[in-house]
């Protein structure tokens, strides 16, 4: 919550139609809000996540950590999360996810893995944000472990008979486990 404390209102109200259009009405590092053809927009960096599927252990990477905003709707301070986050400026969706896997999975992947994306998909109607999913199927010679970031929640090493099990608290995470499954043919 502390990266939202900063929201303050902009100075760039202009009278022109067309530069009202596109105007920001509220900045931060994290977000924009945005008058765009008479709708409000919030405007953010896109996203990236996986789950890594480890084959020969037959397990998969899921993180169970403190999300502010689910607690303070639903009290409850824990919820599965998927390995990820934002897409800075100049880095491809493929370098996130290397980064990301690295500093908050504890994964290297070796430079010959290819990574497929599923189709990105916008958050919602009022966010300029993509999603950017990949299951990352791993062999032991595609990838070597590394020491997580210290800030960061490590992942929980799950087995794939409690895949069923899981009980997702958001969207992306609930539809990243449902690719997941259409993705090793489990109903």
């Known amino acids: ?16 139609k067309k530069a009202r259009e596109n105007s920001i009405r509220y900045r931060n590092d994290f977000l ?4 765009y053809e008479g709708k409000s927009l919030v405007k953010t960096h ?5 789950i890594p599927y480890l084959i020969e252990k037959n397990q998969f990477l899921i993180k169970k950590e403190y999300v502010a905003s689910f ?16 897409i800075p400026q100049g880095e491809t969706p493929e370098q996130a996810l290397l980064r990301e896997l690295q500093t908050g999975g504890g994964i290297v992947l070796s430079p010959e893995y290819k990574i497929d994306f599923e189709p990105p998909l916008f958050l919602s109607q009022i966010s300029t944000n993509k999603i950017n999913f990949s299951v990352i199927s791993l062999s032991e010679r595609d990838y070597h472990e590394v020491p997580i970031n210290p800030k960061n929640t490590p992942p929980a090493r799950v087995d794939l008979k409690y895949l ?10 609930d539809w ?12």
């Open 46 to 50: 896109d996203s990236v996540f996986c």
């Open 71 to 86: 607690k303070w709707r639903d009290k409850t301070p824990d919820h599965l999360s998927l390995i990820g986050g934002t």
């Open 164 to 173: 069923n099990n899981l009980i997702c608290g958001d969207i992306i995470t």
């Open 1 to 16: 919550m502390k990266r939202f404390t900063k929201l303050k209102p902009t100075t760039s109200f202009v009278d022109d």
């Open 32 to 35: 924009e809000i945005l008058d």
């Open 176 to 187: 990243a486990v449902m690719k997941f499954k259409q993705y090793l043919n489990i109903g």
